[in-house]
């Protein structure tokens, strides 16, 4: 654990400028911390693992804390979570004469990229009621297996008609342990380009925008093999430029207070009215009310320690209340820290 995932990156700036870093960091901050809950301890954020990998997890927990029901998930770095009690949980195997919560999951067969590892459970501490809590680690899921051929999972050419609209390359990997990969997102290591940026653009994670009429070549490389996908754009050229998401960077919470996302700042430069789309993107999956409204809203959750919850805002232009003009803005980020 550092500390830019207990404080905010600003307050660490700050820590450093007095000249606080490393251990010296660690335990002042450590210091100011209610007693621990439970901590994801092994694998650590940031390792690389293997796709199907049987990988060694261990937790964490603080001596006045009854943990219970813990239960592993997977998530893509942008899934949003599933509520605990309808998502499957990964397998997990207690290892003999262990910890309670020392043993192995499985990494899965094909994953790649970055992936979330989310560790949820129900958790008492002393008299309190019970109520579900959770750590979680971002690890680079990386497989072994050969890749064999790039494809797309779309019919060819791949047609679209929507000036603005912001779309993954649908690329996949065939691999040589036969799983099927997708190869657009972050830490999946692929390269991708446009013939022309003025049909197409595409970003280093492998996210089109459509920007004109006309025809072009995306190509999308990886661990050396290449695959190329035609593009058609048929759209009404209309001129319409893409709105801009904006949400504070983090806000600092306390447990049960009403939290608001304000994406009022957004706009978009023909002055269209515009349709919003939350989503959450880290920690335990939250009720999240008014997700396609300006201002959404949901109840911090109860926790021992402080958490990380994290959500991005996309804003859509309008040509009217119920239609659709079809511009897509790039995804704005808000992390959200809950304090007990």
């Known amino acids: 654990m550092t500390c830019s995932t207990i404080i905010s990156d600003r307050a660490l700036r700050v820590l450093q400028r007095k000249g606080l870093s490393g251990i010296a960091c660690l335990l002042l901050l450590f210091s100011a911390l209610p007693a621990k809950a439970f901590t994801l301890s ?4 940031g390792a690389i693992v293997a796709s199907g990998e049987r990988l060694p997890v261990s937790i964490e927990a603080g001596n006045e804390v009854n943990l219970r029901g813990l239960k592993f998930y997977w998530y893509r770095s942008d899934q949003e979570p599933i509520a605990s ?3 499957d949980p990964a397998a997990f195997s207690q290892t003999d004469d262990a910890a ?14 970055v992936m979330r590892l989310l560790a949820v459970g129900e958790v008492t501490r002393g008299r309190l009621g019970g109520h579900e809590d959770f ?4 690890l680079m899921v990386w497989p072994k297996a050969a890749l064999t051929m790039i494809e ?5 050419p791949w047609r679209l008609n929507t000036i603005g609209k912001r779309v993954p390359v649908p690329a996949v990997g065939q691999f040589a342990d036969e799983g099927v990969r997708p190869l657009a997102g972050p830490g999946t290591e692929s390269e991708f380009w446009s013939s022309d940026e003025g049909v197409v653009s595409v970003d280093p994670e492998g996210m089109v925008q459509v920007k004109g009429n006309g025809k072009a070549i995306l190509t999308v490389k990886n661990r050396g093999k290449e695959g190329r996908l035609t593009v058609l754009v048929e759209a009404e050229m209309n001129l319409n430029h893409e709105p801009v998401a904006r949400v504070p960077a983090e806000l600092t919470v306390k447990s049960g207070h009403l939290v608001v996302l304000d994406g009022l700042q957004s706009r978009d430069p023909d002055g269209d009215p515009l349709h919003y789309e939350w989503k959450q993107l880290r920690g335990n ?11 959404a809203t949901f109840v911090a959750p109860p926790v021992l320690q402080r958490r990380q919850l994290q959500f991005s805002l996309q804003v859509t232009d309008m040509a009217g209340p119920d239609t659709v003009k079809g511009a897509d803005s790039r995804p704005a ?5 809950v304090d007990p």
């Open 42 to 45: 092994a694998p650590k954020s």
């Open 85 to 87: 009690n309808q998502a």
């Open 100 to 113: 309670p919560f020392t043993g192995f999951i499985t990494v899965p067969a094909d994953g790649i990229g």
């Open 135 to 138: 750590d979680e680690v971002l």
């Open 152 to 156: 797309f999972a779309v019919e060819k």
């Open 285 to 295: 999956k939250v009720p999240l009310l008014n997700s396609n409204e300006a201002k």
């Open 333 to 337: 980020i808000i992390s959200v820290w």
